[in-house]
């Protein structure tokens, strides 16, 4: 009872021209609390919106059986505890600012540095967009779940991969990806679109994507599998 009266308070007080039929609230996070991220997730009720005001966290955040909620950064910088060990616990126990296993995810506007990885998602319609990443030892994006939107991103500075996504579906439009010691974006599954993205300075490809995936006007730092496959054609008209 106390943890719904105080999620109502909140919400009522930080509620700032955003409406929805459903009535869902608004909680706003600030470095200097009284909420952890954490807090604000185990206080919030799916279709929530947690709001990351302007400064610096430090913190794994795991989320669980809350479809819909969504993050939203003013300006806020999210960073790995320094102590990655002491920080990964029972409650958050992957070394991933944010770890989520629940369907509709939304992260819009926030800054992630550091980290295993940076925002995962396991679940449909995840929604990634307009974020900034860097310095993530393995994955910045890593999605496994249908539907997923990822766009106007700007990655930098990856150990592994850019952008990875496992499911059917997928949107993965106008980002940046620079500097990655594997793949830029990789993705597998059907149905797949890969548009419009900037993808330069990576360790292998620009891009791997499974069958049946649209891809165009991706600038590529290395040559990539559309290169090769255009090279391979151009071969093949020669020798007949």
Same mark, same amino acid.
């Given at each position: 009872?106390?943890?719904?009266?105080?999620?109502?308070?909140?919400?009522?007080?930080?509620?700032? +021209?955003?409406?929805?039929?459903?009535?869902?609230?608004?909680?706003? =996070?600030?470095?200097?609390?009284?909420?952890?991220?954490?807090?604000?997730?185990?206080?919030?009720?799916?279709?929530?919106?947690?709001?990351?005001?302007?400064?610096?966290?430090?913190?794994?955040?795991?989320?669980?059986?809350?479809? +819909?909620? !969504? $993050?939203?950064?003013?300006?806020?910088?999210?960073?790995?505890?320094?102590?990655?060990?002491?920080?990964?616990?029972?409650?958050?126990?992957? /070394?991933?600012?944010?770890?989520?296993?629940?369907?509709?995810?939304?992260?819009?506007?926030?800054? $992630?540095?550091?980290?295993?990885?940076?925002?995962?998602?396991?679940?449909?319609?995840?929604?990634?967009?307009?974020?900034? $990443? /860097? !310095?993530?030892?393995?994955?910045?994006? &890593?999605?496994?779940?249908? +539907?997923?939107?990822?766009?106007?991103?700007?990655?930098?500075?990856?150990?592994?991969?850019?952008?990875?996504?496992?499911?059917?579906?997928?949107?993965?439009?106008? &980002?940046?990806?620079?500097? =990655?010691?594997?793949?830029?974006?990789?993705?597998?599954?059907?149905?797949?679109?890969? !548009?419009?993205?900037?993808?330069?300075?990576?360790?292998?490809?620009? !891009?791997?994507?499974?069958?049946?995936?649209? =891809? &165009?006007?991706?600038?590529?730092?290395?040559? +990539?599998?559309?290169?090769? /496959?255009?090279?391979?054609? $151009?071969?093949?008209?020669?020798?007949?």
């Amino acid at each position: 009872m106390y943890g719904k009266i105080l999620r109502a308070a909140l919400s009522g007080a930080v509620l700032v +021209g955003l409406a929805s039929p459903a009535l869902a609230g608004v909680i706003r =996070v600030y470095p200097e609390g009284p909420l952890s991220i954490q807090e604000a997730v185990d206080l919030a009720a799916p279709g929530d919106t947690i709001v990351l005001m302007r400064g610096e966290y430090y913190e794994f955040v795991y989320v669980e059986e809350k479809d +819909g909620l !969504h $993050f939203a950064g003013d300006g806020a910088i999210w960073y790995a505890p320094e102590d990655m060990a002491a920080a990964t616990t029972k409650d958050s126990p992957f /070394a991933t600012l944010l770890y989520a296993e629940a369907n509709g995810i939304s992260v819009r506007g926030i800054r $992630f540095r550091g980290g295993e990885e940076q925002v995962h998602i396991n679940g449909d319609d995840a929604v990634i967009s307009s974020c900034n $990443f /860097a !310095h993530a030892y393995s994955y910045a994006i &890593n999605v496994v779940g249908n +539907g997923a939107e990822i766009t106007r991103n700007c990655i930098r500075h990856t150990g592994m991969v850019g952008i990875g996504v496992e499911g059917d579906a997928a949107n993965v439009r106008a &980002n940046k990806v620079l500097d =990655v010691g594997g793949f830029g974006i990789a993705m597998m599954g059907t149905d797949l679109t890969i !548009h419009g993205n900037l993808v330069r300075d990576v360790g292998w490809w620009r !891009h791997e994507a499974s069958k049946q995936a649209s =891809v &165009n006007k991706d600038v590529p730092g290395m040559p +990539g599998i559309g290169i090769l /496959a255009a090279v391979l054609i $151009f071969g093949a008209v020669l020798i007949y």
